[in-house]
């Protein structure tokens, strides 16, 4: 969710740039790896949420760089729906069912 996210405003990104974008947005506190981020975004390109293509950063690397499909888009919106209804749920417990 946290990829599809990232990728939503409509920028190409690379795997660096996905994973300091999730990072500085919060506050420091989700650290993505590349042993987690990279099979994430090669199943997000299986299941066709994402897209490639390779191209090259400011520095002249060579980098493979991800965009949100339309599939990927609502995939999201239902990622949020399902997180908000879990986030709720866990609100409940902790307040005790009030």
């Excluded at 999730?22 to 090669?42: D, K």
């Amino acid at each position: 969710m946290l990829v599809l996210r990232t990728l939503s405003g409509g920028t190409e990104m690379h795997g660096f740039e996905i994973a300091e974008s999730i990072e500085r947005i919060s506050g420091e506190v989700l650290r993505v790896e590349e042993g987690s981020l990279y099979p994430a975004l090669q199943r997000l390109l299986v299941e066709g949420w994402v897209k490639a293509e390779w191209g090259r950063t400011e520095e002249n690397r060579r980098a493979r760089y991800y965009r949100l499909t339309p599939a990927g888009r609502k995939q999201l919106e239902h990622e949020m729906e399902r997180y908000g209804r879990v986030a709720r749920a866990v609100r409940l417990v902790l307040e005790g069912g009030t």
